[in-house]
Structure formats: structure tokens, C-alpha cells
């Protein structure tokens, strides 16, 4: 099963970029990049996803490796309401799972 | 759309007491999940559903049994709780597609298990 390894945590200061790394150098050519937040108290929800090409929505932005090994969530401007858990997932199509790591909790200071 | 509903919100047990889980979605979505999520931890996949009337293990199955009730419902049974079953568990839906492969989640359940 591919997995993924994120930071632990990191901070950001309000109102600048927030870059959110992501390994998983075992991804199958078959898997999407997903990225969840998890507020605190609530059940994650969707922020972007993946394969090979950059993706961009109103929430954020997603590089993606050319060797698709690593990831990149990006925040373009933190606010106070993005302190939160950011989960990095592989999306296994052929077998319908989702595989979340421990994630990276990330703290904004105003 | 009330979305992705769960019951109860809290619940406390006793060691061997049985309870069910209880999980509804009204975005018409055909693959469900359950997760538990443990203090400091990430979300680990229990059961899903593919589709209703088929059920699959995830990655931490033991303890526990599913039944898909119909396309809206999707139960969680812990048949004689333990302590190691105390945990926050979330349900969750989607329809799978390369467009629209978007996880809901439900506000979740805390389960303590004494």
C-alpha cells in the first residue's frame, strides 16, 4: 500500500504563503494526490486533488512532482482559519481507499 | 442537504457492551467508510462499501462489523467493546470518478470505552 510522510507540524504567519510538503515515493501510476484539512473537532474535508499536473481552486494550489514522489500544498495567503490538520492521501482507484497519514498541524500566528 | 449525519455524538460503554454506529448521506453517493481516529493520530479505514449490498475490509476491521442498509445507510457494530476500541469514528461518503472524487465526512462519533 503507498503511504505518505508529511512534517509534523509547521508554522506560518498570517496573511504570507504557507508551502505544505508531502513525500510518498512508493505512488502508483494509478493513485490521485488528495489533500484533506481536518479543523479541530470536525471531520476533514477536501481541499484539493491530483495526478500529475499542477491543480489550482479557490482553496489552494497543488504541485506535484514531475517524478510524482513528492507534493506540495500551497496557501497562498494563511489566515487564522487555516490553522488546522493538512492531510496528504493516495487515492488507490483500483482498490476504492483512501490512505491518511498522521498529517501536519499547522499554526497560524497572527 | 443535511450531508454526511451521525449518531450519537458521544457515547460511553463498558467493557462488553455491544452498541451500532449509525451513519446516513443524502447526496445519493454509492461508496461509504468508516474511520476511527485516535488521539494525535491520523484516520485509519475500519470498513467501506462500494456500492450498497457489498461491504470490504479496511485497514483495522477487527472488533468490529458493518451492513450497508440500503444506499443511505451505513451502520458500524461493535459487538462486545473494548478499551482499545475508544476513539473518535468517522463516517464518511463519496461517488467515485475522476471529476468528483470528493470525501464528505460526518461531524463524527466519541466513543469511550470504560
Known amino acids: 500500500d503507498a503511504k505518505t510522510t508529511q512534517p509534523n507540524s509547521m508554522e506560518s504567519n498570517e496573511e504570507e504563503p504557507v508551502h505544505l510538503p508531502c513525500n510518498h515515493s512508493t505512488i502508483s501510476g494509478t493513485d490521485y494526490i488528495h489533500w484533506y484539512r481536518q479543523l479541530p473537532s470536525q471531520g476533514p474535508e477536501y481541499v484539493i486533488h491530483?495526478?500529475?499536473s499542477n491543480v489550482n481552486n479557490r482553496m489552494a494550489s497543488l504541485a506535484i512532482a514531475e517524478d510524482r514522489k513528492s507534493s506540495t500544498l500551497i496557501l497562498h495567503r494563511a489566515t487564522l482559519r487555516d490553522a488546522a490538520v493538512y492531510y496528504c492521501i493516495l487515492r488507490d482507484y483500483s482498490g476504492n481507499q483512501f490512505y491518511f497519514g498522521t498529517g501536519t498541524s499547522l499554526t497560524v500566528i497572527p | 442537504n443535511a450531508g454526511v449525519t451521525q449518531t450519537p455524538k458521544f457515547q460511553v460503554l463498558k467493557t462488553g457492551q455491544s452498541m451500532t454506529l449509525q451513519c446516513a448521506q443524502d447526496m445519493n453517493h454509492n461508496s461509504m467508510y468508516w474511520y476511527r481516529q485516535d488521539p494525535g493520530m491520523g484516520l485509519r479505514l475500519i470498513y467501506y462499501?462500494?456500492?450498497?449490498?457489498?461491504?470490504d475490509k479496511g485497514e483495522v476491521p477487527n472488533g468490529y462489523n458493518v451492513s450497508r442498509l440500503n444506499k443511505r445507510e451505513f451502520s458500524l457494530r461493535l459487538e462486545s467493546a473494548a478499551p482499545s476500541q475508544t476513539s473518535v469514528y468517522f463516517c464518511a461518503s463519496t461517488e467515485i470518478g475522476r471529476n468528483t472524487d470528493t470525501q464528505y465526512f460526518g461531524p463524527g462519533t466519541r466513543l469511550t470505552v470504560l
Open positions: 491530483g495526478l500529475t
Open positions: 462499501s462500494a456500492s450498497e449490498g457489498t461491504t
